[in-house]
Structure formats: structure tokens, C-alpha cells
């Protein structure tokens, strides 16, 4: 996964764009242990994470 692009997608889904860098090593690194341990896809484990973040994003702009 490139780190630049996804570190772009998480400031487009409301990660503060000084955490993006950071924050998309780790997702990287989060989505590839998911997919060894579940036996599943990388991609399939990265989407799952990255609606994880939007919906605690989303609350978090609502004031939940």
C-alpha cells in the first residue's frame, strides 16, 4: 500500500492532517496482521479498519 495515498484518504475522511502520515503506517501495519489472523483478504481487512475510523470520525464531528 502506498503510505502517501492513504495517508490522502484519511484527510479526506476527517483525520487531522498532521496524524495522516503517522496514522497510515499503522492502519498499513493493523490490516495486514487482521488479514494473517483472520485468513482474509489485505484489502478486505484495510476497508474494514477504514470504516472503523470514519464512523468514530463522524461521531466525534457530531459532538457523540
Known amino acids: ?3 502517501d495515498a492513504l495517508a490522502e484518504g484519511l484527510k ?3 483525520c487531522p492532517p498532521e496524524k495522516c502520515r503517522e496514522m ?3 492502519l498499513d501495519k493493523r490490516a495486514t496482521q487482521l488479514s494473517q489472523i ?3 483478504t489485505y484489502e478486505s481487512a484495510m ?3 477504514l470504516s472503523l475510523m ?3 470520525w463522524s461521531a466525534q ?3 457523540l
Open 1 to 3: 500500500m502506498n503510505l
Open 38 to 40: 483472520k485468513g482474509t
Open 24 to 26: 497510515a503506517a499503522q
Open 12 to 14: 479526506a475522511l476527517g
Open 54 to 56: 470514519q464512523k468514530g
Open 61 to 63: 464531528a457530531r459532538g
Open 47 to 49: 476497508k474494514h479498519l
